[in-house]
């Protein structure tokens, strides 16, 4: 953790956190040492990105806060590393203000900084309004408000330079995003459900979120286990449509994968989560679509946006367990509580005695167990649900969706190349991957399981872009199905350039029941 309350403070530690990199050599006793991987909660991530806290580019991938909604938009933006954020920020000139101690170099701008800043980056005009060119610069930097923590120091030296080049910052910590999306759900749910269960929710509501600003990552997966149950069963009664039902087992599984070992990932789990994120957040647009105790923009923030977005993506690469700091949120919580029960309130002795205690309380065994006991008890609820099949989709979504489904399938490129029977196969008036827990975790026809040892998010997102050229190419050439009639191809700039139509057998099955039923 970088200390100091605010972002100047901060930067100051950047020489000595920079002095400790350039010990670092590529092999010590057989071993690669490198800075790989930065993590921790909204605020702390966008510091060390170098990205804007708030606003309407709030995540690192540079995505509008009022496009989270658009799932297409959101698939398909690709976060740019470190090296590439500093390259942006000092493409024009306004970045030497950081020398001078400005940390946020574009705030306060007059009209003329902004038009020469904006020639900069090839954005050229003339009779726009000061308000218009602020969001037109807003637009080219998606919400970078300077370079990453640790090349503020000095802008011009790359990544390589400084020896942070495998370096990258996470757009997702999945204990605060799944708090706060489990929190929001619970909130909003009694006023989305049939109105004859509207009381019975509320109270649901009230007996676990209740006046709470902030619950704890622990509850709040107790809880929605229980909201589980409680839906489970409403529908056995036939009083909730199975839409509500599979949105919180969605979000269930996510939760049960998320805090995971790493034993556990595997093939089948990633495909699992990237399609459970999908399911969620489809249903989530559908029965969210105009909430009533929160605004649009609240319940579709960022922490909504990490979990359907960048958790899946995060997976194929880390243990999501590990990327949690849950342990560390607690300590912070006893520390909290330790300064202010028994403390004089001055600063001079409130870090001594809150250490001095704190140390003392770790050493008793039943607070350790306290712990174990919580974590088995979420874990003996969950065990209480009931068993899910295979993801499954109708054909009726995937035609009415098919751009939408189109885009989830560009993200499991490498588990669709792997042709039908595979991953996928068709069912009744759908289809299903085989991605629950009864099907094998790995098969021979792949893909490979890839670590962040050996790759980054960006080599992964290229993996996944070839293998999307490959399933186009094999598609267009009957090689192999997919479960679309037509596939969209785009250029570099998103735009659609052709239309590639299937010659396979799963697109005649499709043609002659259309037929049938016409």
Request: proline share 3%; aromatic share 8%; glycine share 6%.
């Amino acid at each position: 953790m970088v200390l100091g309350s605010s972002d100047k403070e901060q930067l100051t530690y950047n020489e000595t956190r920079l002095s400790d990199l350039k010990d670092i050599t590529e092999t010590v006793a057989g071993y690669r040492i490198r800075l790989r991987v930065f993590t921790g909660d909204n605020p702390a991530r966008q510091y060390e990105g170098g990205q804007q806290r708030g606003g309407n580019y709030s995540c690192l991938c540079g995505v509008n806060v009022t496009d989270h909604q658009n799932l297409i938009k959101c698939y398909r933006m690709e976060t740019l590393t470190l090296e590439d954020r500093r390259k942006l920020v000092t493409k024009g000139e306004l970045w030497k203000k950081l020398l001078e101690g400005e940390t946020n170099p574009f705030q306060k701008l007059k009209k003329e900084d902004l038009q020469s800043e904006l020639d900069y980056h090839g954005y050229h005009s003339t009779d726009e309004t000061k308000g218009q060119l602020q969001e037109a610069l807003a637009h080219i930097l998606h919400g970078i408000c300077r370079p990453p923590a640790l090349m503020c120091h000095e802008p011009l030296k790359s990544a390589s330079d400084l020896n942070i080049d495998h370096y990258e910052v996470l757009c997702c910590e999945p204990l605060h995003d799944l708090s706060n999306v489990i929190q929001n759900i619970i909130t909003e749910l009694p006023m989305q459900v049939p109105e004859n269960l509207r009381r019975e929710f509320e109270a649901f509501s009230n007996s676990t979120i209740g006046d709470k600003k902030q619950i704890k990552g622990s509850d709040a997966r107790l809880y929605a286990i229980k909201l589980s149950k409680f839906i489970a069963m409403k529908h056995r009664e036939g009083k909730i449509s199975e839409c509500f039902l599979n949105l919180v087992n969605s979000l269930v599984e996510i939760i049960q994968i998320s805090y995971a070992s790493e034993k556990s990932r595997n093939q089948r789990q990633i495909l699992r989560l990237f399609n459970q994120c999908f399911l969620f957040a489809t249903l989530s647009k559908s029965i969210f679509s105009k909430p009533s105790k929160m605004t649009t923009r609240k319940f579709f923030g960022s922490h909504f946006h990490s979990i359907t977005i960048h958790i899946p993506e995060t997976f194929r690469l880390f243990c999501l367990r590990s990327i949690i700091p849950e342990q560390e949120e607690r300590s912070f919580g006893d520390l909290r509580q330790i300064s202010l029960r028994t403390s004089n309130r001055q600063a001079k002795y409130v870090i001594d005695n809150g250490m001095l205690r704190f140390n003392a309380q770790q050493k008793f065994q039943a607070k350790q167990n306290s712990f174990r006991k919580q974590d088995s008890a979420i874990s003996h609820q969950a065990k209480l649900l009931e068993k899910r099949g295979n993801s499954t989709f109708a054909h009726k979504f995937i035609q009415q969706n098919t751009i939408l489904f189109q885009s989830h399938l560009e993200r499991i490129a490498d588990f669709m190349v792997c042709g039908e029977n595979v991953w996928w196969s068709t069912l009744g008036d759908g289809i299903q991957f085989h991605d629950c827990p009864d099907e094998v975790e790995e098969r021979e026809a792949g893909p490979p399981l890839h670590h962040f040892d050996s790759s980054d998010l960006q080599k992964e997102r290229h993996w996944i872009s070839l293998n999307w050229k490959v399933c186009l190419q094999d598609y267009g050439t009957g090689k192999i199905n997919l479960p679309i009639k037509r596939l969209r191809v785009y250029d570099g700039d998103g735009n659609m350039t052709h239309i590639i139509e299937g010659k396979s057998l799963f697109t005649i099955k499709l043609l002659c029941r259309n037929l049938i039923i016409s």
